[in-house]
């Protein structure tokens, strides 16, 4: 039995969850994913890959970080609402100086967005579970 044949065999079949799940990321690559839960899988995304400073700085050079972040405010649960208008305080005052305080509360913000990344997740799980296959 040759490689191709044993991956083959062994591949694993996906549930149709876990196929909307994925269906769901793609229509997102392909920018055709419905507003709020689009803004809010980018903000998770960026934030995932470099926090609340990452997210605001690519969001804003890629689109209007305004609407995006009007978009989240009506989808956010309160605490993380709460956390984007802290993190976005602190990115405005670190982009006129350094502030290492602005940068500690930027932290604190990615902190605080990971203890509640379940909420984000359930959230984009309810979204995925009415895709269409």
Request: aromatic share 12%; proline share 2%; charged share 30%.
């Amino acid at each position: 039995m040759g490689l191709f044949d044993f991956l083959k065999k062994k591949r694993v079949q996906l549930t149709e969850k876990e196929r909307k799940w994925n269906k769901m990321w793609e229509l997102w690559a392909a920018e055709h994913a419905h507003s709020p839960y689009a803004e809010l899988m980018t903000y998770q995304s960026e934030i995932n890959n470099g926090g609340h400073f990452q997210y605001f700085d690519n969001v804003s050079n890629t689109s209007d970080l305004q609407k995006e972040m009007l978009s989240l405010q009506t989808i956010l649960p309160p605490q993380l609402s709460e956390t984007l208008k802290k993190a976005y305080e602190a990115y405005l005052a670190l982009e006129e100086n350094e502030d290492e305080n602005a940068e500690e509360i930027l932290k604190q913000c990615d902190h605080t967005f990971y203890e509640h990344e379940e909420e984000v997740n359930r959230i984009l799980e309810a979204y995925a579970a009415e895709i269409e296959l």
